[in-house]
């Protein structure tokens, strides 16, 4: 399929004009207008993007299990309290700057393509990560140590304002409609084996260097070998991310655009929410998707961060367990969760996402502040039913919104508004849970506020999927259907008159030809 081949009634937003033959509002669906993109294909796109998500996670994984310690590297000399609290506001900053990477990278993703954004942002975000492990410690320059912290994790950042976003649209484009939920979940599979590594290599790394030098080794120079292993793993991570192809949706949307730009009414595609805009046309045509997805973000993410990045400073500072243990307790339990995403991405292709969401939501009331009271007994074993009961509603909540929430917008500017909604959510909500839940306890004395908070954002996430749109087993809004095989395709077209989920008016139909679309299959 080729926008070179587009059809005379195709405005240059994909919208077919009202002398279009109509199927649900438009000329009628052929064979060869739907995307076929093969199983192979689809692992070898998902797992370039994985990749990027892993060294994301894998850096959190590292700066929250060594917060503790870099409160000592880095604020040495000031109270411990408020140590802790300069060094996780480390954290926050970064997610404060990722509006500005999203306001940024999300629109250039579609105007330039999915793929080169994710090789800069890949490329950053290793970079960034590596050289935190270099930096100099308050006992070489005193205070001013924490200047360049917060100024690398605000490249972080910045890069990681285009990563989620990019990652969630790239797959969700890439994936056949009717197994979106199962193939987009591994995404997030990435994300918390990221985390647990990042986790897993700190335990090693304090094993191994406080038996060699002794107590205080992690404080001297142990906990530079963590972000430094950034190094080898960002280069393989940035190979990867250079052999992946371009989404057949945003190619055919792109090249119809392109192809039709001299006839083009700047007026028209101005009021046209399926064009591509700029941040205020996304605002002025998306506002409305915009919110939900950021109340859904906002719930996943404030469960999420407390469950991985602000739960090892929980465990060691108001449990009372050591950072070895926290690592032994938090790993087993995101690996067992991260197997279970697929799971429920598969769930989702078959009963609809918004059912899964809303059980996330209930989870969170039902299990959340039993799951705190669980944790402060102290044990290990403990501590490990605690965080598999957190793990629950986290499970429901991520795996398939990467699946779900790019599907709310249109292809043409799909990777802009996800930008904007998943960063102003995540920066505001997500990544101050640990800043604000050590807040609130500090504030209150109340060593249930963590809890309180991540249930206030669940429940204002359940109201919001109540008025969200079903996207299940759908073709996304701007993009023509994908499947598997070419029998698929047949059996799609013949039988489209009774289809509810087949509408034409948003797709870019083109007329049918031969050559292979570069990522896809004929």
Not at 360 to 366: G, I, T
Not at 444 to 462: D, K, Q, R, S, W
């Amino acid at each position: 399929m080729s926008s070179e081949h587009m059809t005379p009634s195709a405005r240059p937003n994909g919208v077919p004009d009202a002398s279009a033959t109509a199927v649900h509002g438009g000329r009628r669906l052929e064979v060869d207008d739907v995307l076929v993109v093969r199983t192979g294909k689809v692992r070898k796109a998902i797992t370039g993007t994985v990749v990027g998500n892993f060294m994301e996670w894998f850096d959190f994984g590292i700066y929250g299990y060594l917060a503790v310690t870099m409160t000592a590297v880095f604020t040495a000399g000031m109270d411990e309290t408020l140590g802790l609290l300069v060094v996780l506001l480390g954290f926050a900053i970064s997610f404060l700057v990722r509006p500005l990477g999203g306001l940024v990278l999300g629109p250039l993703g579609d105007r330039i393509g999915r793929q080169k954004v994710l090789f800069f942002t890949m490329a950053m975000m290793a970079l960034a990560t590596a050289l935190i492990g270099l930096l100099p410690t308050a006992a070489q320059i005193g205070a001013w140590a924490i200047l360049p912290l917060y100024l690398l994790k605000m490249v972080q950042g910045f890069s990681t304002g285009g990563e989620y976003a990019g990652a969630t649209t790239y797959v969700s484009e890439f994936s056949p409609d009717r197994s979106r939920g199962f193939w987009s979940s591994w995404l997030d599979v990435g994300s918390y084996v990221g985390f647990a590594a990042g986790a897993s290599v700190v335990a090693i790394t304090t094993g191994i260097v406080e038996t060699l030098s002794g107590p205080d080794a992690m404080v001297e120079y142990g906990w530079r070998i963590p972000f430094l292993i950034a190094i080898p793993l960002g280069a393989a991570a940035i190979w990867f991310r250079l052999r992946i192809p371009e989404t057949p949706a945003f190619e055919a949307t792109h090249e119809a655009e392109a192809d039709a730009e001299a006839d083009a009414d700047a007026a028209s595609a101005a009021d046209d929410p399926m064009a591509r805009h700029g941040i205020l046309g996304i605002l002025k045509h998306h506002w409305r998707a915009i919110l939900i997805a950021m109340a859904v973000v906002a719930a996943t993410n404030t469960a999420g961060y407390a469950l991985t990045s602000y739960m090892p400073a929980y465990l060691e500072t108001t449990v009372g367990l050591s950072s070895l243990m926290s690592a032994i307790a938090t790993v087993p339990v995101l690996l067992a969760m991260s197997a279970c995403l697929p799971l429920v991405g598969r769930l989702s292709d078959r009963i609809g996402r918004k059912p899964v969401y809303l059980m996330a939501a209930a989870s969170v009331v039902l299990l959340v502040v039993p799951a705190f009271a669980l944790m402060q007994l102290g044990q290990l074993w403990a501590v490990m039913i605690a965080l598999a009961m957190m793990a629950v509603p986290v499970a429901l909540w991520i795996g398939c919104s990467a699946a779900t929430l790019p599907a709310l917008f249109p292809t043409a500017s799909r990777f802009g508004a996800m930008a904007i909604a998943y960063n102003l959510s995540v920066s505001l909500f997500g990544g101050t849970t640990p800043l604000f839940s050590q807040a609130l306890i500090d504030l209150t004395g109340n060593t249930f506020m963590p809890a309180f908070y991540i249930m206030l954002f669940g429940i204002l996430g359940g109201l919001a999927v109540l008025g969200m749109r079903e996207t299940a087993k759908a073709p996304l809004i701007g993009s023509v259907p994908t499947v598997e095989t070419r029998a698929e395709a047949v059996a799609l077209v013949r039988g489209q008159d009774d289809n509810p989920l087949i509408d034409t008016s948003s797709m870019p139909l083109v007329e049918p030809r031969e050559p292979e679309f570069a990522g896809a299959d004929r």
